[in-house]
């Protein structure tokens, strides 16, 4: 799997009144690899998963899957919203088989995984309740069990934890994580929460916003094999302090 | 002393218990209302010719039950309702649909039915007498022209309504034109087309009504007519009671259909 964005801009509306919001975002993410994107709200992040979800189009550049330009949404790129977007009237356990079943897969298949899924996200107790029965983490777990289970190449995170208690932020950090290291996904994280980033990601992008462009990249290698010492490691917390810094200023530079 | 006081406290407490059951006050609203009508043609201080008692209205109402005549009028009138509603509502959710999907459907539609939305359907009635007659066509026409563009305009703000989010998930899992209507607008939609057709319903029952004052030989608002010319208000009074029972039930009949078809939304 090969995702290749390159020198992709978008603006929005037309004529004097066109509102770039990306210019020239160009990057890679191979097989197996978690890749954050990190940047103030308004610095067009959405806007770059939208592109690549193709639920909209670059004005320029282009975005292709394993060489083959995005022209529409499909299968193959799984997306998590920061809004809880669990269909109300389904399960728990029907919200995990959504997909599949659009997917129109064997009943016996779409059930074995549904099983299976909820497992991965440590749901199977909660398979029969309906969303609003279900809490925020609990939500979003399975809207990411749903996404997973429609067997995407990579899975595209806007925010997923955006509207999560702290807490729970931080143990369903843990969890996806846990699940990066057991399926080996292929995930693009966006966050404005650089610990986040840099907890989770291989490699994170920072975006400047006014247009959204990416003005650094970091690969992280540190030991990930506790992530409760990893956040408070002194190489982790010196780095999230340089990478902060750089988003303040990019910040205070703004016009006001 | 303690035990004194706790008494009336705690009878106190359960009455009010009591009344906080939702149907409790309603049939106290009701009770009221009878009790006063009883007392007022008790006193006769009202000619009975303007307003009869309830046991003449009673009394009334149980000759046309066994003559026949209350069943058969009912039937006439459900039956006109039923058919003109369904025709209304059966081509106002893909109407509706498509017009709450479709930006270019909705800019041709949307004006014209905010138009005729607004001219009242009873105002159609000699129309329709000069087109179709006096018999059971034109009836059911007006009661479609009555609640169609409502039904549509209302089903199409319930599409519009449906969160972005849904429908996008389900692109970024596979899903087409098609199978989203059909899995994702349809259900989430389902309560609100429930409850637009419980309230348009409520018109489609006094339309009914209106076309019978007009021209008929059977219905409940036949019975009305014919009541006023002899002078039968006891007859008046059966009709109008019955009709608001009959609204009532069916109200009620929505209600519960979308408790159990649509918990979720509760
Ligand atoms: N459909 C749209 N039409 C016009 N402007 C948009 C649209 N979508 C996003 N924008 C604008 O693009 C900018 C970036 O938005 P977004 O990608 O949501 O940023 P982020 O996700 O980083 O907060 C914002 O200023 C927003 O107002
Ligand atoms: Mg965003």
Redesign the interface.
């Known amino acids: 799997m090969h995702l290749q964005v390159s020198s992709v801009s978008k603006s929005f509306g037309y004529g004097p009144k066109a509102k770039p919001v990306l210019d020239s975002v160009s990057f890679d993410l191979h097989s197996g690899q978690f890749l954050a994107l990190v940047g103030s709200s308004g610095s067009g992040k959405s806007t770059i998963m939208r592109l690549i979800a193709g639920l909209d189009r670059p004005s320029s550049g282009e975005i292709r899957l394993d060489g083959q330009l995005i022209r529409g949404p499909g299968a193959d790129r799984g997306m998590v919203f920061q809004k809880y977007s669990l269909y109300p009237w389904l399960t728990a356990a029907q919200n995990v088989a959504f997909g599949m079943r659009l997917q129109g897969r064997p009943k016996a298949e779409v059930r074995e995984r549904t099983a299976y899924f909820l497992e991965v996200v440590g749901l199977v107790d909660s398979a029969r309740l309906l969303p609003r029965e279900l809490s925020g983490g609990m939500q979003q777990r399975v809207a990411i069990a749903r996404s997973l289970a429609a067997e995407p190449k990579v899975l595209l995170l806007d925010e997923p934890f955006g509207a999560l208690d702290l807490q729970i932020r931080e143990s369903m950090q843990e969890f996806l994580h846990r699940l990066w290291q057991q399926t080996g996904l292929t995930a693009l994280l966006i966050t404005h929460d650089l610990e986040e980033a840099l907890l989770l990601a291989q490699q994170v992008h920072i975006m400047a916003p006014r247009p959204g462009r990416i003005v650094r990249s970091v690969n992280v290698d540190l030991d990930r094999s506790s992530l409760a010492h990893l956040r408070v490691s002194p190489p982790f917390l010196a780095l999230r302090e340089e990478l902060a810094s750089v988003l303040r200023r990019l910040d205070s530079s703004l016009p006001a | 002393m303690p035990s004194n006081e706790a008494d009336p406290l705690n009878r106190w407490s359960s009455l009010r218990r009591f009344m906080a059951q939702p149907w409790v006050l309603g049939l106290v609203g009701v009770a009221t209302v009878l009790l006063i009508w009883l007392l007022t043609t008790a006193s006769g201080a009202v000619d009975k010719l303007f307003l009869p008692s309830p046991q003449a209205v009673w009394q009334a109402g149980q000759a046309q039950w066994t003559s026949g005549v209350l069943v058969k009028d009912a039937v006439a009138s459900i039956q006109r309702v039923f058919i003109g509603f369904a025709l209304s509502a059966g081509l106002a959710l893909p109407i509706g649909i498509a017009m709450g999907t479709n930006q270019t459907i909705c800019r041709l539609l949307e004006p014209l039915m905010a138009l005729i939305r607004y001219m009242p359907a009873p105002a159609f009635i000699p129309l329709l007498i000069i087109y179709f007659g006096l018999e059971e066509l034109p009836k059911v026409l007006l009661i479609f022209i009555g609640t169609f563009f409502f039904n549509t305009l209302m089903i199409m703000d319930a599409v519009k309504f449906v969160?972005s989010?849904?429908v996008?998930?389900?692109?970024?899992?596979?899903?087409r034109g098609l199978?989203i209507l059909t899995?994702?607008v349809a259900?989430?939609i389902?309560p609100q087309v429930l409850d637009t057709y419980r309230i348009n319903m409520a018109s489609a029952w006094n339309l009914v009504i209106v076309a019978e004052l007009v021209a008929a030989t059977e219905g409940l608002g036949k019975r009305i007519s014919l009541a006023q010319r002899f002078l039968r208000t006891d007859e008046i009074f059966v009709g109008l009671i019955v009709i608001g029972l009959v609204g009532l039930c069916i109200d009620l009949g929505f209600r519960f259909l979308m408790r159990k078809a649509?918990a979720?939304?509760n």
Do not use: D, N, Y
């Open positions: 969160p989010e849904l996008e998930t389900a692109l970024t899992l596979g899903g199978p899995r994702v259900p989430f389902a649509c979720w939304a």
